[in-house]
């Protein structure tokens, strides 16, 4: 039997009906039949049973067939990984990203990409940091944009730096003025992501060295949803300037010169990157810094 000859068994028992499946399939009713009696004689027991209305498998066809999608199915997984592997120019990258860039700063790079290599297939996870560190121990991800490189065997390359801001309510005493230090939060409540997010140590981290530990009255793990809340006067939030009145905050410069967020491009070292990510990071790096 050839692989063919199990996806066409899967396409009859899906489509119970041998016609429909050759329709399906773009293949003549007699091709299908004879491939199905070649099956049958092969492994010597009948697959499916003839109906006057088409057919339906028998106990050894589920089984047969329960097989055939297991074995089509990692064939069809052998095939993409030898893509990846292969060729760089229609291959696969698997990319992961935080939850933050996935309407700014990836659109854009994603659609440069696409115009220097547009057969190449990029394969999109959006996750927290701590997160894209556990799928690339897992070999689940080739590249990832995060906001601080990962400890241990990782490259980094500069996409991007980014201002931080305090953002608070339209409401809010501080609404005209220009800028706030971060000692003055000792009061505020605040919102932010959860422990274990990049944005989180970077603040915690602010914060820290400002001495103060203002309470945490919300937590998010979306940067705009936590801008919303701040509108909804529910606290304040540290968060990039471009996500400053989104719906109706206003946004305070942070007088600490640490109060910036940089935005790279990371990779194991300790593993060779398949032609199709490798081509992407190549792409990357020759865009320079933006």
Not at 149 to 159: A, N, S, V
């Amino acid at each position: 039997m050839l692989i063919r000859d199990l996806g066409w068994l899967v396409a009859i028992a899906d489509h119970r009906h041998v016609s429909a499946a050759a329709d399906a399939l773009g293949t003549s009713q007699p091709t299908l039949s004879r491939a199905l009696a070649r099956c049958e004689a092969e492994l010597g027991a009948r697959l499916f049973e003839r109906l006057p209305d088409g057919v339906r498998p028998t106990p050894a066809g589920d089984l047969v067939v329960d097989a055939a999608r297991d074995l089509t199915s990692r064939y069809g997984q052998l095939v993409s990984s030898l893509a990846r592997v292969l060729d760089s120019g229609t291959g696969l990258v698997r990319l992961a990203f935080l939850d933050s860039m996935a309407t700014s700063l990836v659109p854009s790079l994603l659609r440069a990409f696409h115009a220097h290599a547009p057969q190449v297939r990029v394969q999109l996870r959006q996750e927290p940091g701590h997160e894209i560190v556990h799928d690339f121990g897992l070999g689940a991800v080739d590249l990832a944009i995060t906001s601080v490189p990962p400890d241990g065997p990782y490259g980094w390359h500069l996409l991007q730096e980014e201002r931080l801001v305090l953002v608070v309510p339209a409401t809010h005493a501080w609404r005209d003025r220009d800028e706030v230090a971060l000692a003055e939060l000792g009061t505020e409540e605040l919102i932010t992501t959860p422990q274990g997010f990049g944005h989180r140590s970077l603040v915690d981290g602010l914060l820290r060295e400002a001495g103060v530990a203002p309470a945490v009255s919300f937590e998010s793990q979306d940067l705009a949803t936590i801008e919303g809340l701040v509108a909804a006067g529910l606290g304040v939030a540290v968060v990039p300037e471009a996500f400053a009145g989104l719906s109706g905050t206003v946004g305070l410069r942070i007088t600490a010169a640490g109060a910036r967020r940089t935005i790279g491009l990371t990779w194991r070292t300790d593993r060779e990157l398949t032609p199709p990510a490798q081509r992407f990071l190549d792409f990357l790096v020759g865009r320079g810094a933006g």
